[in-house]
């Protein structure tokens, strides 16, 4: 294992203490993005932690979330060492260690007590950082990017609560056709674009910002602050956001 891999590895029970400096958090979270040995290993620590069990009366999170991400770490484990099986076979264990990288992607987000007073620019980031990341991740190879809200179905892929600024929140991410679309989750009272928030379009009621190849919006329903974030025009983002703030009290639109 290589000197920095055993370096990162000590740090991950600090990290969960939130005993790390902000320097060295960005160091342990950049390192977990581009390797993957160190992102499982991470994932395992924080699920023998049980950090995202977790609650909080208005973060919904299923009953069932750790176990299905422990079931998720046990299976990945067959993944590394390559049994030979049927192909069928092969595809969903490849699904159950998108899940055990997954739990790494939850640390991440988990540790963004660093992001600064403009959020919005750093929740876009996040969600492209997310989309973004190498090997079997959920969100990840999205090489061509469709996206009709009125035809396609929303499909969950991952969910994880963070804690930006000391505020929880539920951060959860869709695939709708092959569009990725991140929500963030908290109450109504979160601010998560206090400063640079800068509106590009005002679309059906939605003010909507651009910022490189995705958009984003955010609104208040329910006594619930909202951010949805799609790798698509703005068009497609507030129309999104339209079917999402219509679902019945936050559920998944695909539900």
């Known amino acids: 294992m290589r000197h920095e891999c055993e370096e990162i590895r000590e740090a991950f029970s600090a990290l969960l203490d939130g005993e790390l400096s902000e320097t060295r958090r960005k160091l342990v979270a950049a390192h977990l993005l581009v390797c993957p040995e160190c992102s499982t290993e991470a994932g395992r620590v924080m699920a023998a932690k049980g950090l995202v069990e977790r609650e909080e009366q208005h973060a919904p999170v299923p009953a069932d979330f750790m176990t299905r991400l422990r079931a998720g770490l046990d299976q990945a484990d067959g993944v590394r060492q390559h049994v030979r099986r049927s192909a069928p076979a092969r595809r969903v264990t490849a699904l159950a260690a998108a899940g055990a990288i997954a739990v790494s992607i939850a640390i991440i987000l988990s540790t963004m ?143």
Do not use: K
Request: proline share 8%; with cysteine; glycine share 12%.
């Open 113 to 255: 007590f660093f992001m600064s007073n403009d959020n919005a620019l750093a929740l876009a980031q996040m969600h492209q950082q997310v989309i973004g990341m190498p090997g079997p991740i959920p969100g990840g190879g999205f090489a061509e990017i469709s996206c009709n809200p009125s035809r396609d179905g929303w499909t969950e892929l991952h969910r994880a609560l963070m804690r930006p600024e000391g505020t929880l929140v539920t951060y959860t991410l869709y695939r709708v056709g092959s569009c990725p679309v991140s929500v963030f989750d908290g109450p109504s009272t979160w601010e998560p674009y206090r400063s640079g928030w800068r509106v590009t379009e005002r679309i059906d009621g939605f003010n909507v910002r651009q910022v490189g190849d995705h958009s984003m919006t955010s609104w208040v329903t329910g006594g619930r602050r909202y951010v949805l974030i799609a790798t698509a025009p703005p068009a497609d983002t507030a129309a999104l956001a339209r079917v999402h703030a219509s679902s019945a009290q936050g559920r998944s639109p695909g539900l």
